[in-house]
């Protein structure tokens, strides 16, 4: 028998406590609109009520959650979507008095990770974070769990794992964990080697849909997943980036950041964003017609900050000019380039731009070499910022000049041509 892919009614429900303002609640409210989305769920509606603080036991108050009861029935919702992390208990008591099933922000990214992961790195970090956030919520979640892939929020590990006791899932994690370490250590090996080449080193950063893996393959001619979605990339790819004059340097795209990110994920893709810690430069990409722009680059900002990267020369690039949004300001403190990353023009400023930030990390050159070294005069235009070449016919000679990075081996080859 053919099974269709049916998609899930969800109904969101929001809590805005006083610390909360109006704006900014309405647009994480539409992010977990978009998060639904994403998910393959269909939003039916949303439910909110204002509180002082959310309540202990069911998150909204008892006649809310009565209220809410009620509009699954009419409605024949199949999932409650809270727009915060539910405790243990707050899970348990909502999933005895609503009928449908209950899942909160968390567990939605968690599922939608599930789906997009790729590498082995990115599927053993998706199941370390459902693990670790299923275990303290094993107790009365039977009926849920034993679903067998039952729609949004029950994807990734397989239930049948899960059905099992706290131990297996204990022992599992333990083992996720070594696997990590060992992916983790060969990754670490990779960087060292890219390190002692000494290759520049450019990370894409930004909020989730911005535009970053459009921008990268633009740059790179990659074949990275870019789509209208929240997360649609999740492992990191780098791949070269060929600079105006010639100059070889390396990007890397990376996972969209997002605001109020579940801490499990925070731990487990840590080591995704560690290539981000080895870059030389970040370009942090803002999605200029997105009306809340300025709380997604606040939301990197501050994310970068935990990670201890703040101190990395930042491009910011403001992506989609074409479509910006009517009461967009300019707000970074960083260099800034505007663009569409469909118009090719843009992206040459932006390589001229990037290509700039790079000459400022390096020290200049002026030097002679002779014409049979043709393997050094090559590495001059690939590995440093060649600006003049001329050939002497007198003395055989090319005059170089041009920029280079100031611990790279080939500063060291040139000091014995020099004038």
Known sequence: MEQKETREKAILVGCQTNDNDDRRFHYSMEELGSLTETAQGDVLMSVVQKRDRVHSATYIGKGKVVELNALVEELEADLVIFNDELSPSQKRNLASEVNARIIDRTQLILDIFAQRARSKEGKL???LAQLQYILPRLAGQGISLSRLGGGIGTRGPGETKLESDRRHIRRRIDDIKTQLSVVVQHRERYRERRKKNKTFQVA???YTNAGKSTLFNRLSEAESYEENQL???????TRKLILPSGFLSLITDTVGFIQDLPTTLIAAFRSTLEEVKEADLLLHVVDMSNPDYFQHEKTVNKLLDDLDIKDIPQLTVYNKKDIKHQDFVPTANTPTVFISAFDENDRQALKEKLEKAVMEKMVPYDVKVPSE?????????NETILRELKFDEEQEVYRCKGYTLEDHQITGQ???FKL
């Open 373 to 381: 070294e043709g393997k050094l005069l090559s590495q001059l235009k």
């Open 231 to 237: 997360f649609a990339t999740l492992d990191p790819m």
């Open 414 to 416: 040139l000091q014995k």
């Open 204 to 206: 894409i950063v930004g």
């Open 125 to 127: 970090q998706v199941e």
